[in-house]
Antibody, heavy 120, light 107 residues
Framework: QVQLVESGGGVVLPGRSLRLSCAAS????????IHWVRQAPGKGLEWVAA????????SYADSVKGRFTISRDNSKNTLYLQMNSLRPEDTALYHC?????????????WGQGTLVTVSS | DIQMTQSPSSLSASVGDKVTITCRAS??????LAWYQQKSGKAPKSLIY???TLQSGVPSKFSGSGSGTDFTLTVSSLQPEDFAIYYC?????????FGGGTKVEIK
């Protein structure tokens, strides 16, 4: 069965960096786009970034553009999110989500998420 | 960016009720719309994409319709396991955007 397991979250000071990982299993990782979607405490879903099946295409929300970088290692079935210059408003549960296509559009499976708290 | 507006933001319903949730896009998105269900403390679950196509394994009591700017999600006979928050999401253009969510509560 499809499994997505996020890791790397924690408490970090504003302005610092953090790298999230998402380990995938149960499907051919290199065939699908993958997304990061976050959810601030008690709030709705916010799409953060997406990467195409081969890593050649990447898209970002305006709120993270220039600070976050999405990447993937298909040999390790792993997705990453490098988060720099973190702000308190980046505090959220970060989910990775598998797409149904090669390029990012629709998410069909989601991980449980890893919590990022940005606070001094 | 395309704004997605859901209504109502919350509703109370009884087991067996038919429930309809509306999602409106700020500009036309053809049928590039998905619906997700999120139960408390859980990851979202995909229900529908392309406005009306059920994801594999999703029961037929869920249905979606619409195109352009106006879309609906209908649950034909609400069961206890259906009480959750429902989100719409457009994928006509980047950035991908979600609606604010509709919380379906037990009356």
């Amino acid at each position: 069965q499809v499994q997505l397991v996020e890791s790397g979250g924690g408490v970090v000071l504003p302005g610092r960096s953090l790298r999230l990982s998402c380990a995938a299993s149960g499907f051919t990782f290199s065939y699908y786009a993958i997304h990061w979607v976050r959810q601030a405490p008690g709030k709705g879903l916010e799409w953060v970034a997406a990467i195409s099946y081969d890593g050649s295409g990447k898209s970002y929300a305006d709120s993270v553009k220039g600070r976050f970088t999405i990447s993937r290692d298909n040999s390790k079935n792993t997705l990453y999110l490098q988060m720099n210059s973190l702000r308190p408003e980046d505090t959220a549960l970060y989910h990775c989500a598998k797409d149904i296509h090669l390029f990012g559009e629709v998410m069909d499976y989601w991980g449980q998420g890893t919590l990022v708290t940005v606070s001094s | 960016d395309i704004q997605m507006t859901q209504s109502p933001s919350s509703l109370s319903a009884s087991v067996g009720d038919k429930v309809t949730i509306t999602c409106r896009a700020s500009q036309g998105i053809n049928i590039s719309l998905a619906w997700y269900q999120q139960k408390s403390g859980k990851a979202p679950k995909s229900l529908i994409y392309d406005s009306s196509t059920l994801q594999s394994g999703v029961p037929s009591k869920f249905s979606g319709s619409g195109s352009g700017t106006d879309f609906t999600l209908t649950v034909s006979s609400l069961q206890p396991e259906d009480f959750a928050i429902y989100y719409c999401q457009q994928y006509d253009s980047y950035p991908l955007t979600f609606g604010g969510g509709t919380k379906v509560e037990i009356k």
